[in-house]
């Protein structure tokens, strides 16, 4: 091993442990990789894709066209707000140990399971969202294979269950194959926009006002009034933007974390705005007809094959397909890694058997099947709900972007608590802090309502269900037993967070530039 490769191994272990942890996972990633892996879980070949029928029937072609950039500016706020912390606090704790650090353990157990639970719906989301591209494939080529119907339901159940699996046998092989296959995801994805798009514009007739299309047609089947119909569409954008928290989690496996983790948020998030946009027109451009395109199994693979053709329109379906793959695969490791990190503090029932660590690969095998598990049996009312994919979508959105504004929150309301890191947003950090927040507030309320009118059973949004389930559990049990033994992070060393970071101050520009850093007993 290189000497400077060395010496930043053993910086980044120094900073560990002034943090409070021994090093236990393999520090393999490089800021690349770093970047790869939150850029593979916001995908947008999974989450724009996926949910671009709920964005048609929501608010038409304008929840791509308006929608979309006005979700990405006021997302990256809080993906600038989380970088600026993340370069203080790299550990694979990630949001749960920034919160306990910046308002105490009671803060920091419940942004870990908010951020527990949107993990796992985000896993679900991805996962089942590919099933049903895979399930809509197969359905093109074998008749009898189930598309609709409660037959179809079980039918995608089942694939989303085998997806699951080879998934997580994936990630039992360890930190450099994920290393790998995140590295060829991010260019899986961006060469696979480039290749539909592209496509797209120079085989495909386009619609004969592609501008005027994309952002004067507006249409809501919701049965609500236009605009709600189009702040449901924010849900496009919004979960497609989820997962970015990745590059904290792995900071533990990450060369140089302190930088490379912040940039890695920041970057994932703004290389996904540009090239999602870029798709997204790319469809909407290429869409022969609103309504038909709304009528399809699946409008994505319809504008495909109805442009192109079966054969060329099915290849650059089987593109998303693979990265989406991509995408969920990252998912679980950023799931396991933060259940690994959790249960490391004991926050989780069971702890003992969630942070055990494979002696030979470095991978928390346990906290991989819990993270499969929970993730299916969430999906499991698809069985009789016909919404399953944007109530598991909005679950994943609130839960995770709590969490991700909770320490954000904190940050504002203690400043005295944090010491900067190398990365700072400087005299913007105040602004950008309650943009965050006041963005979030409006999301969890918006994700909660019903997105479809008269409202029954099978079109139910059990968003809230979910969340006052998960409320009416949580409380009690934080206040009854966990805030008398709970104690957040727990130091490996002396069993309390020890010694206090230093970092040379600057400005925003600064902190995506600099590579000093300094510690202080």
């Known amino acids: 091993m290189h000497k400077p490769m060395t010496e930043q191994l053993e910086k980044d272990s120094e900073l560990l442990r002034k943090l409070g942890y021994h090093q236990e996972l393999k520090r393999a990633m490089s800021g690349f990789s770093n970047f790869a892996i939150s850029f593979t879980i916001i995908s947008i070949l999974s989450g724009c894709l996926t949910l671009f029928s709920f964005g048609l029937s929501s608010s038409g072609t304008t929840a791509a066209s308006i929608g979309w ?13 989380m970088a600026e912390i993340s370069s203080a606090y790299p550990t694979a704790g990630g949001l749960y140990y920034w919160a306990s650090k910046l308002g105490g353990a009671g803060w920091g157990w419940f942004t870990a399971w908010f951020n527990l639970i949107g993990q796992v719906a985000v896993t679900a989301g991805i996962d089942y969202g590919l099933a ?18 409660q037959s179809g339901a079980v039918t995608t159940l089942s694939i989303f269950a085998v997806i699951l699996l080879i998934q997580a046998v994936v990630n039992f092989m360890g930190v450099n194959v994920i290393s790998l296959l ?19 514009s120079f085989f495909a007739p ?17 049965g609500f009034p236009g605009w709600y119909g189009f702040l449901l569409g924010f849900l496009l954008a919004q979960y497609t933007f989820t997962g970015y ?40 451009a290429a869409m022969p007809d609103l309504t038909k395109t709304m009528g399809a199994t699946n409008p994505v693979l319809y504008i495909l094959t109805t442009r192109m053709g079966v054969s060329v329109g099915t290849s650059l379906f089987l593109i998303a397909i693979v990265a989406q793959f991509f995408c969920g695969t ?8 933060m259940i690994y990190a959790f249960a490391r503090d004991n926050g989780l029932p069971s702890s003992h058997l969630w942070h055990k660590i494979n002696r030979e690969t470095h991978v928390p095998v346990n906290a991989i099947w819990l993270a499969i598990s929970l993730a299916f049996m969430l999906a499991l009312p698809a069985l009789f709900s016909t919404v399953i994919y944007a109530a598991v979508t909005s679950i994943a959105t609130i839960g995770l972007y709590v969490a991700y504004v909770i320490p954000v929150f904190l940050r504002r309301i203690h400043p005295d608590r944090f010491t900067p890191g190398v990365f700072q947003l400087g005299r913007w950090s105040s602004l950008v802090g309650w943009i965050a927040v006041g963005w979030t507030v409006l999301i969890c309320i918006l994700f909660m309502l019903p997105t479809t009118r008269p409202i029954n059973l099978t079109d139910f949004n ?13 409380v009690p049990w934080y206040l009854i037993s966990v805030r008398h033994w709970f104690k957040g992070p727990i130091s490996e060393f002396t069993g309390g967070l020890s010694g206090e970071l230093d970092y040379p101050s600057g400005p925003l520009v600064d902190g995506l530039t600099s590579s000093t850093m300094r510690l202080e007993d």
């Open 69 to 81: 950039p006005i979700v990405s500016i006021l997302v990256m706020s809080v993906a600038l707000g």
């Open 132 to 149: 049903q591209f895979v399930d809509a494939l197969l359905n093109q080529f074998v008749p009898g294979v189930p598309a609709t119907g």
């Open 182 to 200: 995140n590295s060829v995801s991010a260019w899986w994805h961006v060469l696979g926009v480039i290749f539909i798009v592209g496509a797209l």
């Open 206 to 222: 386009l619609h004969s006002h592609p501008l005027q299309f994309a952002y004067g047609t507006f249409h809501t089947s919701s």
């Open 245 to 284: 928290d990745a590059s904290a989690h792995v900071s533990e496996e990450t060369m140089n974390a302190s930088q490379s983790a912040p940039r890695g948020i920041i970057l994932s998030v703004a290389v996904s705005a540009v090239a999602g946009y870029v798709l997204l027109m790319g469809l909407v």
């Open 330 to 337: 990252a998912s679980i490791t950023s799931n396991s890694r």
């Open 462 to 474: 059990f968003t809230p269900l979910v969340l006052l389930i998960a409320f009416a559990l949580l």
